[in-house]
Nanobody, 122 residues
């Protein structure tokens, strides 16, 4: 089973930035990797996705232009750079992986990390 560990969460003021990292236990170039988030009382939602075997990225409308996802193949790591953060971005952020997929379906991802908390507040 693929192990995923997220890091980089914390408390940040509105307008600030954070970079999340998701480190995998093995080579993940052939996996689609997604970032998801879940706010208190809300369902888990997709934030961004990088397709398997490529650097094609997809973003939720709510984060387009503010968040950027990238993959470091040598480090088995996927990043989420979050800029211009808003209070509504407050949530636990998870990364998840699915082998050989162009997309990251929230109900179809196979391996999940335990999450990292992002709090945007003044």
């Amino acid at each position: 089973q693929l192990q995923l560990v997220e890091s980089g969460g914390g408390l940040v003021q509105p307008g600030g930035s954070l970079r999340l990292a998701c480190v995998a236990s093995r080579f993940i170039y052939y996996h689609a990797v997604g970032w998801f988030r879940q706010a208190p009382g809300k369902e888990r939602e997709g934030v961004s996705c990088i397709s398997s075997s490529s650097n094609n990225t997809h973003y939720a409308d709510s984060v387009k232009g503010r968040f950027t996802m990238s993959r470091d193949i040598a480090r088995n790591t996927v990043y989420l750079q979050m800029n211009s953060l808003k209070p509504e971005d407050t949530a636990v952020y998870y990364c998840a992986a699915l082998f050989m997929s162009p997309k990251c379906p929230v109900d179809g991802m196979k391996d999940w990390g335990k999450g990292t908390l992002v709090t945007v507040s003044s």
